[in-house]
């Protein structure tokens, strides 16, 4: 059995994103989605959802967020996340990383994640701030 990953950095999914501030609204400028996770705009919030099998052992997934100067985000998710123990004993990996312009604002809001009996998280979640960014 082989585990989920690609030949580029074990990445299993990953989520780039781009926010500029419109007309009265944020708009998305960038998007990038591959492998398990995917990112949906609506009018009120950006949300994280699952494209495909949850997270287990020794899968890899990283969210990359730009947020203009001036610009306001809110990204939230659908529901819970299920990770599970994968065939193999290793840590899944999780990444976030979001970089906030000038006086630019994210809520991060997504549900909290489930954790079957085994797994090994490893996240690492890390913002850039611009002057005033919230």
Known sequence: M??????????????????????????????????????????????????????????????????ADDATARVAS???????????DEPSRHHVEACLGARAALEWAPEPGIAAAGWRPRAVTVVHTGTTAA
Do not use: N
């Not at 400028?29 to 995917?38: I, R």
């Not at 009120?44 to 890899?60: F, I, K, Q, R």
């Not at 529901?79 to 193999?88: D, E, I, Y």
């Open 2 to 67: 082989s585990r989920t990953t690609t030949p580029e950095g074990g990445l299993v999914g990953s989520v780039t994103a781009a926010v500029a501030s419109g007309a009265g609204a944020a708009r998305l400028t960038t998007l990038s989605c591959s492998g398990v996770l995917a990112l949906r705009a609506t009018p009120d919030a950006l949300y994280l959802v699952g494209a495909g099998a949850h997270p287990v052992g020794g899968d890899e997934t990283a969210v990359h967020l730009a947020v």
């Open 78 to 88: 659908v529901g819970a996340t299920l990770a599970r123990r994968g065939p193999f």
